[in-house]
């Protein structure tokens, strides 16, 4: 056990505006703040799971900015919607890639995800079993991707009940708690163009409304303006990397000092 508290990292939910979660990383390390533990959902099960399973912020901006480069239909597996419109089984192959069968245990960090189960109607945190199963959980957003079975539970996304699992972290042990939204935050923005979109943007509004209270239970909250980020497609990765990166360098000053102030330590290594 660490002699220092033990500092969290929430990554919420977001759709392709969590890979502003890379250029939250980007600033943590290069300013050598200490992450010894991470909670995701949805986009942030994504990003934190790859990263507590070892990859560097550079391998993970360099994936997001060959995924952007890609045509989107490569991606999503659209078919004749049963219980969603997206299969989820090209994105689960790509994450395969950087996951394989790896447990939560095998994990060079500790991890945890949570997803909604729709027969219990209550939020699940998992931390056991193989982590591209609960990723997919996670990031499985009502009516656009299909529900994922796991025990014979049925799972949505985690952020149908909390966008931003501060509380995930905090159960691991966390003692100061980083959170980072970058969901939408009740802005005006432009009109959805398809279904996909309209069912997108209407889970954003009740995701929101449900949960803008948590995050501020963390110590310090990260919060990247993408409004202007399209959620539904990968191809403005560089310039939701950069919005992550500009809005943690933004809180920084803030959260050294209470970092400070908590005897957190700042890494050793640059």
């Known amino acids: 056990m660490s002699e220092y508290p033990q500092v969290g990292l929430a990554l919420g939910g977001g759709a392709s505006r969590g890979l ?5 990383l980007k600033a943590l390390h290069e300013h050598r703040v200490p992450v010894d533990m991470i909670s995701g959902c949805s986009m942030g099960a994504v990003v934190g799971s790859i990263y507590a399973n070892g990859c560097t912020v550079p391998y993970l901006e360099g994936i997001s900015l ?6 989107s239909r490569r991606l999503y597996d659209i078919g004749v919607p049963r219980r969603g419109f997206i299969k989820g089984n090209r994105i689960i192959s790509i994450l395969y890639t950087l996951l394989s069968d790896k447990t939560f245990e095998e994990l060079n960090l ?7 189960c729709l027969e219990d109607a209550k939020l699940i945190t998992f931390s056991t079993g193989r982590v591209l199963d609960a990723v997919r959980a996670s990031i499985s957003v009502p009516g656009v991707f299909e529900p994922v079975i796991i025990d014979d539970k ?5 952020g149908v009940m909390d966008r931003v699992p501060v509380d995930a972290v905090r159960a691991m042990g966390a003692d ?16 959805p163009k398809n279904l996909l979109e309209v069912l997108y943007c209407s889970y954003e509004m009740m995701e929101w409304q449900a949960n803008r209270r948590v995050a501020n239970t963390a110590d310090i909250l990260i919060a990247p303006d993408t409004m202007q980020i399209n959620p539904a497609v990968l191809t403005q990765a560089e310039e939701c990397i950069q919005l992550g990166y500009d809005a943690t360098l933004a809180r920084m000053p803030d959260l050294l000092t209470k970092l400070t102030m908590a005897n957190i330590p700042l890494r050793k290594d640059a």
């Open 20 to 24: 502003a979660h890379i250029g939250v």
């Open 66 to 71: 060959q995924l952007s480069a890609m045509d």
């Open 110 to 116: 500790p991890f945890c995800c949570i997803a909604t």
């Open 154 to 158: 049925l799972y949505v996304d985690g």
């Open 176 to 191: 100061f708690i980083i959170a980072v939204d970058v969901g939408y935050q009740g802005t005006s923005r432009t009109r």
